[in-house]
């Protein structure tokens, strides 16, 4: 495993390759707020409190610092051209307008390419195309694109009240989904365009609207053929949850339009497009949560049943899949072949609030980060198989806020499945049942729960009326039996006495 992994903390910032801390590049600051790869994985960038930094992690050298104390996001363009830095918004004096909060500087030369005021965090960064040949972002009630950072605006779409957008991934035509919550009695919808037939509402791909939708989350396939759309509201109106209600609804860039039928109710944890776009998964209704691998049509492809799981992670060649349960769950994690659907193996990593897959798609890592939990921080490096390759703890009152791997490219490799030798190696590794110290070493003289008879049991269970009727239910039914056979009896004599 040659991947690299990046971690921050309350002892700053450092990269691990395998097992092994690297010495470049590291930051002792403890305001290290955030970090970033760019999707390539050529360049790394982080803010240290004091200044935003890129490094070239191919050469391992430091290219630019950029005066950015306060800067709390970081993204790189598609193509590692661009790196956009957002700090929190604050105005001038005698509330004057205050100086631009979000800068894009090129990579390669530390020039500032632009510069506007974007106030609040979410959707604060500009999107691109894959290949950079369209950037857009959000202003008013209409979704501005540009051929170049800094350049004029070429095309424009309007939409009343519009609050979110989506580029498509993939080749071009680029695609738009936009995002326009209800008002009053009116619905709110999901529209699909292409980019540039933006002329009127008729001339958009799909359109689907639905109630209950305060907030939505797009999740584009990997070919632009579709799109899920998470929607969830602040209040669940029928008492049945305090964390509001979510609904999930298929969208394909045809036209094609359906609400993803879901077995039971309940939450909606987790969705997540396999990397191929035929398929994806979703884990759903009240615990034990149930998983279900679904088609485009919507048509249920496959059940995993249920369990004590909140969250699905799909490896980066799709042919591995993973139902955890983190958070307030115990950290279970069962791995699934994607093509038979076989588990291929199950295990635990107590206290995690984070996983991510390794790019090479067999290794993944699993972290207890602040401000989730704040003790037993550290983070964990794992095969599929269940073997903890590494592990880092950090020291009593230090903190663990985030770790990610570096993106990269790596071949595809054939699932193993535990052997006989690994799985008796496995069983044996589980932890024995407690004994009292003074009952060690000697024969068991208590009864388990196994041990008892389940008669013996239910008869305990029973109280005295529960017994009393029970005896006579079993009085009546033995009276039935013997009428049935005094009947069967002298219906046998009748042909008898008509013989004499």
Known sequence: MNSILAARGSRGLSFASGTQTTAEPRDDSSHCRVMGFSRDGTFFAWCNGESVLIY?????KSLHKFPKPKAVGLVFSPMSTCLCIWSPYSVGVSGTTGACNLCIYKTESGELASEYIHKKFDAWSPQWSVDEAICANNVSNEIRFYSEIGGSMTHRLRIENVASFSLSPGASPCKVAAYVPGAKAAPSFVRIYQFPNFGSPASALANKSFFKADRVEIKWNQNASGVLVLTSTEVDKTGGSYYGEQGLHYIGANGES???PLAKKGPIYSAEWN????????????????ATLYNVKCEPIFDFGTGPRNAVHINPHGNILCLAGFGNLRGNLEFWSRKDHKLINKTQASDSTFFQWCPDGEHFVTATTAPRLRE????KIWHYLGQQLHSFSAAPKEELWEVSWRPGEFPEKEIRYPTAAELKQKEAAKPAVYRPPNARGKPRTFLSK???SPAKDAEKQLSKAAAKNKKKREAKTRAREREAEEKKAAEAEKPARRGR
């Open 376 to 379: 037993g921080n550290g983070y």
């Open 56 to 60: 070239d992690v191919k050469s391992g």
């Open 450 to 452: 196994e041990d008892e």
């Open 258 to 260: 359906s609400m993803v």
């Open 275 to 290: 990397p191929d776009s035929k398929d994806f998964c979703v884990v759903y209704g009240y615990m034990p949560a149930k």
